[in-house]
Each structure stands twice: as structure tokens, then as C-alpha cells.
């Protein structure tokens, strides 16, 4: 019987099992197999504070992961597939390979960004193709940049990134865009920043990295060549969460509610059902930021400390 089961090994699930296991639980974190998350898959990261010098976003996971096991984490790589409540009010966590038994849980599974699904994508993530302006952004100063995206998230990315690139071009696949008015209206008043609608990117052009796009238009299937010194995805994010439909409360997206702010008296990670905490991108529909995410872990962990002890 363990008292804390972590779900999810981004910056979240890692200091939420510090926090745990400093407090003397007994706690296992369930990583799936791609332990440490979306920061695995960055290079360079510049703005976690501690690292003036920058830190490769694998080694700073890595860094977690020793630091939660230092203080005698349990790590388990598997996936979770559901959560029972049992009888006595504890859970079960159980996973392609066996079962937990547990007196709470944290969620920790963060979101992943939606792909293009564009040929060339891969070979160029973190060489010219990124999914977060506000992580990003600083390294491209003084480029041609294109954003992807027709919502508030491409209108909000464009104009961050207007602060660094000498242009951006929004790109859509569409005449209409779904962002609101007020977004939108933002972005066009932007001299930085133009609009090419009707738009897909056909595929990515380069060699050790991003040095343009083929570019075809959705009415004419003309396709045109385009110098640029990046591409910014800004389509959306899926949420981990998909274990839990049916067990705690989510938005239509599948992002786990949580109570939030409400009061200095409420646990402010606690889900629809007792004993279940959340934290992190699975959350956070609008930050994204590892240093955030972390941040909500510790919450996460120190409103489950608590819990556990009124609980006895």
C-alpha cells in the first residue's frame, strides 16, 4: 500500500515525488514509457531558473528524476490504463503490467502539442520547428518566422514572437479564422506580421536545419517555395487523459478540472473525487511553462500531505 501514486513524469510528476518523498510517504511514480515528458524531446532551455547558463531539457529531467530518487521515490516505467475506487476508500492504479494499491493519487500526464503531420517534421523539431513561441522565441531573433494556426493560440504565439523576428506570417488553411475578434485585430494591427490564408505547408526544407517551406495553396494546388528561418506550431495540445475519462471531471478538451484558487482553505489540485490531485500540463490550458508545471507539483503534493493527514 503506498501512499502517494504519481501519474506522469514531466517537471510535475518529478516534484511532486521530491516533495512526497522529503515528507517521508511512500510514493511510486508511474512514468509511461517516455519517462520525463515533452522536455525530453528540447533541446536548450533558458529560462529555468538555477541555470544561467542554459540546460539541455533531457539533463534537467534527468536531474529530477535522481533528485526524486534521492530521497526514495519508487519509479515504475509503465502506462496506467484505469483507477479504481476501492471499498475502503483507497485506489487501485492499475497498469499494463500490474496493480497499485494506493491512499491517493497525483496526475501528473501532462499534454502533448498537436503535430502538423507534415513530411520533414521530425527531422526538423528543435532545428527550426518548435510548438511553444514563449519557450522558443529568444533564439530566433532577427528571422522570418511563420506561425501555423488559425485560433487565439497562433494570434497570441504571432505577436510574442514579433518581439524577436523581424516578420512573422501567419499561415492558415482557411479564409476564416476561429480566433476572436479582439485577437485577431490585435495581430493584423501588427506591422510585423502578415496573413496567408488558404495555405498548407506541403513540406520542410533544409539540411542540418529549417531553411523553408514548400507552401501550396488550398484553392489553386499551386505550390511555392519559402525562404524562412522558422515554423511555429500553434494548433492546439492534447491532454494525456484519456485513462480517466469517466473517473474525474474534465473539460470537452479532456484537461482535468481542478478547484483552483478559491480559498486558503481548500486544496487547490484536489479533482472531483477525494483522495485524486492533478497538476501540470493535463491542467494548465493556458501557461504550458515547465517551470510552472513544477510549481503546480509541489501544490499537488503538499494538498495530498495534507489530505493524508486529516484522513488518519
Not at 493519487?105 to 513530411?119: L, N, P, R
Amino acid at each position: 500500500m503506498y501512499d502517494i501514486v504519481i501519474i506522469g513524469s514531466g517537471p510535475a510528476g518529478y516534484t511532486a515525488a521530491i516533495y512526497s518523498s522529503r515528507a517521508f510517504l511512500k510514493t511510486v511514480l508511474i512514468s509511461g514509457f517516455i519517462p520525463g515528458g515533452q522536455l525530453t524531446t528540447t533541446t536548450e532551455i533558458d529560462n529555468f531558473p538555477g541555470f544561467p547558463e542554459g540546460i539541455m531539457g533531457p539533463q534537467l529531467m534527468m536531474n529530477m528524476k535522481a533528485q526524486a530518487e534521492r530521497f526514495g521515490t519508487e519509479m515504475i516505467t509503465d502506462a496506467v490504463t484505469t483507477i479504481k475506487k476501492e471499498p475502503d476508500g483507497t485506489f487501485a492504479v492499475v497498469t499494463g503490467n500490474g496493480t497499485y494499491q494506493t491512499k491517493s493519487i497525483i496526475v501528473a500526464t501532462g499534454a502533448q502539442a498537436k503535430a502538423m503531420g507534415i513530411a520533414g517534421e521530425e527531422t526538423y523539431r528543435g532545428k527550426g520547428i518548435s510548438y511553444c513561441a514563449t519557450c522558443d522565441g529568444f533564439f530566433f531573433k532577427d528571422k522570418q518566422l511563420i506561425v501555423v494556426g488559425g485560433g487565439d493560440t497562433a494570434m497570441e504565439e504571432a505577436t510574442f514572437l514579433t518581439k524577436f523576428a523581424t516578420h512573422v506570417t501567419i499561415l492558415h488553411r482557411r479564409e476564416e479564422f476561429r480566433a476572436s475578434a479582439i485577437m485577431l485585430e490585435k495581430a493584423k494591427k501588427d506591422p510585423k506580421i502578415s496573413f496567408l490564408t488558404n495555405s498548407v505547408i506541403e513540406s520542410f526544407v533544409g539540411d542540418t536545419k529549417l531553411t523553408g517551406v514548400k507552401i501550396k495553396n488550398t484553392v489553386t494546388n499551386a505550390i511555392t517555395d519559402m525562404p524562412i528561418d522558422g515554423v511555429f506550431a500553434a494548433i492546439g495540445h492534447t491532454p494525456a487523459t484519456v485513462f480517466l475519462q469517466g473517473i474525474v471531471a474534465m473539460d470537452a478538451a479532456g484537461y482535468v478540472q481542478i478547484k483552483g484558487m478559491r480559498s486558503a482553505t481548500e486544496a487547490h489540485s484536489a479533482t472531483s473525487v477525494d483522495g485524486i490531485f492533478a497538476a501540470g500540463d493535463c491542467v494548465d490550458t493556458r501557461y504550458r511553462q515547465g517551470i510552472v508545471a513544477a510549481g503546480m507539483g509541489a501544490m499537488a503534493a503538499i494538498d495530498a500531505e495534507r489530505w493524508l493527514q486529516d484522513k488518519k
